[in-house]
């Protein structure tokens, strides 16, 4: 059973910097996509990064310039660097992972971005 756990999230002001982590337990997901989701409330979830496993990267147009997906495999890890933070950035983060034809989701993690 894959499992993806997400941190990394809190409470900072905007312009300020946060680094999310998800680790995957259950599965090596080296040769896998994997990525960030978000959903701020009221809206529905709305992809932010992703990245390959030859590490090319996909970004939404609002984080990039601001934002890096990395990927350490040896430590089964995605981080998202997250910088010049807005207060529309504000969502619960979640880490997926596509194995096959499915697709895994961390639990979230909150990340609020204060005026």
Request: net charge positive; with cysteine.
């Amino acid at each position: 059973q894959v499992q993806l756990v997400e941190s990394g999230g809190g409470l900072v002001q905007t312009g300020g910097s946060l680094r999310l982590s998800c680790v995957a337990s259950g599965s090596t997901f080296s040769s896998n996509l994997i990525g960030w989701f978000r959903q701020a409330p009221g809206k529905q979830r709305e992809f932010v990064a992703n990245i390959h496993s030859s590490g090319s990267t996909n970004y939404r147009d609002s984080v990039r310039g601001r934002f890096t997906i990395s990927r350490d495999n040896a430590k089964n890890t995605v981080y998202l660097q997250m910088n010049d933070l807005k207060t529309e950035d504000t969502a619960v983060y979640y880490c997926y992972c596509d194995i096959s034809i499915r697709r895994y989701w961390g639990q979230g993690t909150q990340v609020t971005v204060s005026s």
